[in-house]
Structure formats: C-alpha cells, structure tokens
C-alpha cells in the first residue's frame, strides 16, 4: 500500500508564505516525478509545479517567481515554499507522484488528500 500524506497548509495574508511537505510512504521502490497541483471551488485542478527525480523543475506562469519546489529523495518527501501568496492562490492543494511499488517494473499515480490554502487579503 503507497500513501501520500500532505501537510502545511493553513489561512495566511497576501503577502505572506506557507510551506507545504508532501511525504511518501509504504512499499515503494522508486518514486519519480513529484507535483504540485491545486484546485479552486468550481474550477479545475491545475499543474502548480513539478521536480523530477534528477531535481529538474517546471512551474505554471502564475506561481514563478514565488513559489519554489524541492524534494527530499531519501526521506521520500517534496515541498512546495510559496512566498508572496496572494489571494487567487486560495486551493485545495494536491500531491502527485508517479510510484513504482515493490515488484512491479512500472510507475503508477498517486494523489495525497489533499491540504486547503487560504489566503486573505
């Protein structure tokens, strides 16, 4: 069984930051992409950032500059620092990981729960 268990979130001011963790844990044997998406009442979920194994990085237009991406491959957790949050980044935010399990050859998705964002103005 492969869990991903999301933490950090909260209620901040414009202007403030939060730092997300997203930890993997259960029979794993390889963990490659980790992401960062987000989704807004009514609206549909949205690729926020992503950090390969070899710690390459991709962030949306609307997060660069601010938010800042990391993972942590021995502890099996990435990260999400969001600096200068503003209030339309107000979401539910979600993990992503792309898992190989023990004994299989292949890579499967996994989400977390999810953790609420709110930022007020």
């Known amino acids: 069984q492969v869990q991903l268990v999301e933490s950090g979130g909260g209620l901040v001011q414009a202007g403030g930051s939060l730092r997300l963790s997203c930890g993997a844990s259960?029979?794993?044997?390889?963990?490659?992409?980790m992401s960062w998406y987000r989704q807004a009442p009514g609206e549909q979920r949205e690729l926020v950032a992503t950090?390969?194994?070899?710690?390459?990085?991709h962030y949306a237009d609307s997060v660069k500059g601010r938010f800042t991406i990391s993972r942590d491959n021995a502890q099996k957790t990435a990260y999400l620092q969001m600096n200068s949050l503003k209030p339309e980044d107000t979401s539910v935010y979600y993990c992503?990981?792309?898992?190989?399990?023990?004994?299989?050859?292949?890579?499967?998705?996994?989400w977390g729960q999810g953790t609420q964002v709110t930022v007020s103005s």
């Open positions: 950090i390969t194994s070899g710690g390459s990085t």
């Open positions: 992503n990981a792309q898992i190989m399990g023990w004994g299989t050859t292949v890579y499967s998705g996994y």
């Open positions: 259960g029979r794993i044997s390889s963990i490659n992409t």
